[in-house]
């Protein structure tokens, strides 16, 4: 196998690690930050928010990879153009 088709094959992996730690340093941003007790609430609601809806798309992409019939991940932006789009805006 190839690297250009491992890569294409499995970078949604690399979208949801990126995700988590992006999370993981906005967590640790916080704690440094002196908060009360409302704000670090608040706080970690965004967290997990923003660890789940930066990931979604990346789990869909590679859902639709592994069990579906798009075959890499250029076909899917392809065919997919409006999620493309999603995951442009997310990550300006």
Do not use: T
Request: charge should be positive; hydrophobic fraction near 60%.
């Amino acid at each position: 196998m190839d690297a250009i088709h491992l890569i294409s094959s499995y970078f949604w992996i690399l979208g949801i690690v990126f995700a988590i730690v992006n999370s993981i340093v906005f967590w640790l941003r916080m704690k440094k930050a002196n908060l009360n007790d409302a704000q670090v609430l608040i706080a970690k609601g965004l967290i997990q928010k923003q660890a789940v809806l930066l990931s979604a798309p990346w789990l869909v992409m590679g859902l639709s990879m592994q069990f579906g019939g798009i075959s890499s991940l250029f076909s899917f932006f392809k065919e997919c153009l409006l999620i493309f789009i999603y995951g442009c805006s997310i990550y300006q």
